[in-house]
């Protein structure tokens, strides 16, 4: 069960690799001092007395140091030990240490990490050498202890190997999460890489099947998230319900935004850690207001949707940021999220209509003699007994 309350703490924006999409790094960024945590264990100490999850993210996180994690991670455990904190990183592990993953180790952090398929498919997307540094760094973290979960993303390009980027990640045994390239805000020709909403919808079912093929060899954290929703009637990721309020992310200079993904865009700046404010403070900034215009706005626009209610009209930053914060649509990867909800529903319907689903196998088996492939059922059981 994920935690209510989700704080991301960006100790800079600031990387040493330089990814062909990137969207969120920024070479002059300052570092997030120690005060600044304090100022984050003062702030939230009255804030909202629900279990928290911090995670470091970035930029790089690790370019924060071994002794900022080990007094921020003592900090934010003891004084809020109220909060029941929880820990995650998301990194591309070339500066983890075995300094720091003891450190990481001893607060359990698990980490994420990024790696785009096979070698030559990952460094022409992310640069060359960053494979190598990237599967350094997880030795590490494995010789830690550290679990490690992988982001993939793929970009209209890596899209055409999507069989070899499954295989790749089925062989290795690695925990995979899938996230689409988006439009970069920072560039100057921000659709070259960026998936293309329907491609993505082929993608996500594609994968729903491999899934499905490889149950007990690999693990979606997406068609997850996907399937509990169908399921629960209910999003259990911040794309998938109001994220506002539940979810804010703290800059370098300790600037409050929304959510990770607004770091560094003064507009979207919702107050100061270092003046403690109450959630009412936060929902009178402007960036707040936004949020909620956003909310609103998916109750009316997404009305006649029969997955509204755990879909949520997805990432508002994803709908308005690249409209320079008009709020015009919402997210564009609509179309994908309605594909795969409906792939997933449809079927679910139909095996549960059918004597079939009581052995977890779908009627979807195609030609007689065809070896049987598990159904969502026996997927919903994995998803909600893990
Ligand atoms: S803005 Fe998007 S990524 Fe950020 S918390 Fe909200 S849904 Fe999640
Ligand atoms: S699938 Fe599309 S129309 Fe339906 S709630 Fe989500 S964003 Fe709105």
Redesign the pocket.
Known sequence: MKNPFHVMLIPTLGCPAHCSYCWSSDAGSPKMSIDTVRDVVTWLKEFRNDRVTFTFHGGEPLLAGADFYRQALPLLSQELSHLNPEFAMQSNLWLLTPEIAEILAQYQVPLGTSIDGPEELNDLQRGEGYFAKTMRGYEIARAHGLRVSFICTFTNYSVRFREEIFNFFLENRFRLKLHPALPSLRDKNPEQWALDPDEYGDLLVFLLDKYLDNLDSIEIMNINDLCRCIFTRRGSVCTFVNCTGNTFAVGPDGSIYPCYRFVGMPEWVMGQVRDAPTMEELSCSGAWQRMHQYEKY?DE??KE?K??RY????CPYNAIVPTGGKIAG??PH?RA??RA?NEIGTRLNDEMMNTSFLDGASSFQGAPGAQKRPGIMRLMHKVLLR
Do not use: E, S
């Not at 879909?311 to 997805?314: K, M, S, V």
């Open positions: 998916v626009a997404c949707c997955h509204l879909c949520r009209g997805g919402v997210d609509c999220y309605t909800f």
